[in-house]
């Protein structure tokens, strides 16, 4: 009975012992199982953290990218609205000019006289001598032997010109060609109407060549200017049409040039130097005054600059064209710059 008893009661333990055993196995294994699948949802989550951040970071790039599209068309729109206000102004600025030229034409208005004048910059040479103040202060005895300057101006046109030539040994500072005799006029020289030229220094013309640099907006001068004046009378060229011509894209009102006579090419090489470099140092702009045969004497004025000179086999050429729209007045504030007892002048 007693034996009987002990194994039972040894049989009860150990069911109990296993039952134990297989329930805490089963625990951990719910336990394992439960934080894997804890493992799993934070995985989940961090992956589902990182979407979202990619989907933010997508949606600010587009944000940008369409802000980046709406700042170029803007910048677009912006380019088309300064086109077509350069556009309006260059057609305005041409209508205006058309109008002008109707106007005339339609009058019948000519020229009577134009007036040209080149006021020198700082850095050009302070004399009253034609040769002295158009070429290089610097210049060589063999230069001023072998080099003459000729101003070229306009007349009734493009394809009309005036030749005044200067030599070194020239040492007026002015001329009447009307009532000069040919043995007078430099060679070069060639007038079709009635013409004076003339050095404007010291202070007898201070405030007239001060007048003329602050008109044509030049910013520098060493108070002298050179002036050429042509007389047509009251049977001058068709105002329109001269102007039309200077204004034109061959349009050369002045036009400065140095003439090479003949000698050695060392010498020609360094006098045409000296040349380059004075005429881009001592000129800038230009002032073109029309005056009109109506009755009152109508004036219009022109800026004029400077554009790239040319050099034909050592000659170098500045030309001058017109720099703006004109200006149109009834009071001739340079009137009094050339004195000129025209003998033709009513």
């Given at each position: ?6 194994g039972v ?15 805490n196995?089963e625990?951990e294994q719910?336990a ?8 799993e ?8 953290g990182?979407?979202n ?11 940008l990218e369409l802000?980046?599209?709406?700042l170029?068309a ?7 609205v300064?086109?077509?206000?350069t556009?309006?102004r260059?057609?305005l ?21 134009i ?25 060589p005895?063999v230069?001023?032997?072998?080099t003459e ?7 009734t046109g493009?394809d009309?010109?005036e030749?005044?030539q200067y ?10 060609y009307?009532f000069?005799?040919p043995?007078?006029i ?15 220094v ?11 640099v602050?008109?044509?907006g030049?910013?520098s001068?060493?108070?002298v200017a050179?002036?050429?004046?042509i007389y ?7 105002a ?8 034109g894209?061959?349009?050369r009102?002045?036009t400065?040039v ?7 090419d060392?010498?020609?090489k360094?006098c ?7 005429f ?10 029309i ?8 004036t ?10 040319f050099?034909?086999h050592?000659?170098?050429?500045l030309?001058?064209a017109?720099?703006?729209k004109?200006a149109v007045?009834?009071n ?10 025209w003998?033709?002048?009513?």
């Open positions: 009975m007693l034996a009987v008893s002990l009661t040894k049989e009860i333990r150990s069911q109990i012992a296993d039952t134990l055993a297989k329930s196995s625990k719910a394992a199982n439960a934080r894997a699948r804890e493992s949802l934070q995985m989940k989550l961090a992956n589902a990182v979407e951040l990619k989907l933010s970071a997508k949606g600010a790039q587009d944000k802000t980046e599209s709406k170029e803007t910048q677009e729109t912006l380019n088309e300064r086109n077509n206000l556009s309006t260059d057609d600025q041409q209508e205006n000019n058309l109008g002008l030229l109707s106007v005339l034409a339609t009058a019948k208005l000519g020229v009577s006289d007036t040209f004048v080149i006021p020198f910059t700082s850095r050009g040479n302070s004399t009253q001598t034609f040769f002295n103040a158009l070429m290089p202060g610097n210049f005895d230069c001023q032997e072998q300057v000729i101003v070229i101006l306009s007349t493009s009309n010109f030749y005044l030599a070194p040994d020239d040492i007026e500072s002015q001329h009447d009307t000069l005799g043995s007078e430099s060679k070069g020289t060639e007038v079709n109407e009635p013409t004076a030229d003339a050095m404007l010291g202070e007898d013309y201070k405030d007239q060549v001060k007048y003329v602050r008109a044509i030049q910013t001068s060493n108070s050179f002036v050429a004046d047509f009378g009251i049977d001058g060229p068709s329109s049409g001269l102007i039309k011509a200077l204004q894209q061959d349009g009102p002045i400065i140095s003439k090479n006579r003949k000698g050695d060392a010498s020609n360094r045409s130097q000296l040349v380059n470099k004075y881009a140092a001592a000129f800038d702009k230009a002032y073109m005054r005056t009109l045969n109506n009755a009152e004497h109508l219009m004025f022109y800026s004029l600059k400077a554009l790239p000179q050099n034909d050592g000659n170098w050429g030309p001058f017109i720099d703006s004109p007045s009834a001739d504030e340079l009137g009094e710059v050339l004195r000129v007892d003998s033709q002048n009513p």
